[in-house]
């Protein structure tokens, strides 16, 4: 490819609707859980959720911004890269953050209708009850993120960390 070429990427769609102008009171809800629901966690653990469940959940809008806030905060590209491929890639990543990880996935993907005792187990193992709270807020938050992301087709790309502190 030459220097005046270009490539011609897919058009940008727009959000069907956007969700803090609309129902300003529940957006702003959302921030203040989002707030408290990470007190106490580490930052790092606290994003690579975040990106995991936003993996999962296919919200392109929250991988774009978590995924910027976790290389902000000094993650690695390669952690970062790998995490979608955490169980094959295990080595990346600290006992307690593979437990947090798999948490996630297990309260994200329901399809069981519970959270596997096993998982849960481990998760407690690496976190005191209080911090195991915590955790626990911040996965269901980032859920409920990804569906409004998701719902209303917000638009990734745009995000710059800090944007909204």
């Not at 296919?58 to 590209?77: I, N, P, Q, R």
């Not at 890269?81 to 990880?101: D, M, P």
């Not at 193992?125 to 209303?152: D, S, Y």
Request: aromatic share 8%; net charge negative; proline share 4%.
């Amino acid at each position: 490819m030459t220097a005046q070429e270009s490539i011609e990427y897919a058009p940008e769609t727009a959000p069907r609707l956007r969700m803090a102008e609309l129902a300003p009171d529940v957006y702003k809800a959302m921030i203040r859980l989002d707030t408290v629901a990470k007190r106490g966690l580490d930052p790092t653990l606290y994003e690579l959720v975040k990106i995991r469940a936003s993996q999962l959940n296919h919200c392109a809008f929250c991988l774009d911004m978590h995924t910027k806030d976790a290389l902000a905060a000094g993650e690695s590209v390669e952690r970062i890269v790998q995490l979608s491929a955490w169980e094959e890639s295990r080595h990346f990543y600290t006992e307690k953050e593979l437990a947090a990880i798999e948490l996630t996935e297990a309260v994200t993907v329901l399809t069981d209708g519970f959270v596997p005792d096993a998982v849960y187990e481990k998760a407690a193992k690496h976190f005191e009850e209080a911090e195991l709270a915590q955790l626990i807020a911040a996965i269901t938050v980032i859920n409920a993120w990804n569906r409004f992301g998701v719902a209303t087709r917000m638009t990734p790309g745009h995000y710059q960390p800090g944007q909204y502190a």
